[in-house]
């Protein structure tokens, strides 16, 4: 009797011991659900550490709004009414988070860096190095060597 009494005990204590805490990628994964949209751009130009150039972007094919549903899937919508429907994944790399899309590019990015997340509103960061742009206030075309575009989302 006293084996089988410590035996459910040993028992008790190896499942509780088992029992994991959803990561931080699945809370977020449950969190990020619904509808997001686009509330702002910007492209950050650089030379070197100094910013060089500051733009946004205003193009049909920039995408409007996101809808994140159960099951890792997801639907980009386009401001011109285009809608791509796509996987995703969340990503810890050390102590940071990304969002792939796996069948859709937004700014020719399939992975963004989540920045900021709250209820209501989130940001997402790409970097990209050695693109050629035109600084539109200058007329100059450069190469910078780092470019940081920032999306910032607010949930509907």
């Known amino acids: 009797m006293q084996r089988m009494i410590m035996g459910m005990i040993a028992l008790f204590f190896i499942t509780a011991a088992c029992k994991k805490d959803p990561s931080e990628v ?8 619904g509808s997001w949209k686009l509330v702002s751009n910007k492209i950050e130009y650089f ?10 972007i205003e193009a049909d094919e920039l995408m409007n709004e ?15 009414g285009e809608v791509t429907q796509t996987e995703y994944n969340m990503i810890r790399h050390y102590e940071e988070l990304y969002l792939e899309l796996l069948d859709a ?8 860096k989540i920045t900021s997340f709250t209820e209501t509103a989130m940001e997402w960061k790409a970097f ?3 693109i050629q ?5 200058t007329g ?4 910078s060597d780092n470019i940081v575009i920032t999306l910032l989302l607010e949930r509907k």
Request: proline share 2%; glycine share 2%; no cysteine.
């Open 47 to 56: 030379d070197g550490e100094a910013k060089d150039f500051e733009d946004i």
């Open 128 to 130: 990209y190095s050695n």
């Open 66 to 80: 996101i809808d994140f549903m159960p099951n890792l899937r997801s639907r980009v919508i386009l401001r011109n």
């Open 133 to 137: 742009y035109e600084n539109t206030e």
């Open 105 to 112: 590019a937004i700014f020719e990015s399939h992975v963004w």
């Open 26 to 33: 699945e809370k977020l994964n449950e969190r990020i659900q």
């Open 140 to 143: 100059e075309i450069k190469i």
